[in-house]
């Protein structure tokens, strides 16, 4: 069981919030973790990576890309909402 924090200087919330998913992944993976839960309040970061396809042009398709690697990756990842209020 592990957490980091970190400084971003992105320039949106949903970018900070791919860079956060981003950065916890590449920590599981160093850790080789197998079993990985993820939460967050951002639903629309989870619509972004389930049409990552569709949007080749958005404007952090690089960060999508990055984050639907690595959830390609051969581990067990689980990915929930929570509603803001329930943090």
């Known amino acids: 069981f592990t957490g980091f924090s970190s ?5 949106s919330p949903l970018a900070t919030e791919l860079q956060a998913l ?29 049409n990552a396809e569709e949007n080749p042009k958005h404007d952090l398709i690089v960060l999508i890309n990055e984050v639907a690697n690595l959830l390609k990756l051969k581990w067990n990842i689980t990915i929930s909402h929570f509603k803001r209020e329930a943090n």
């Open 7 to 11: 400084r971003n200087h992105s320039f």
């Open 22 to 50: 981003r950065d916890g992944l590449l920590l599981a993976k160093q850790f080789q973790l197998m079993k990985v839960e993820v939460e967050t309040d951002a639903k629309s970061v989870l619509i972004m990576l389930d």
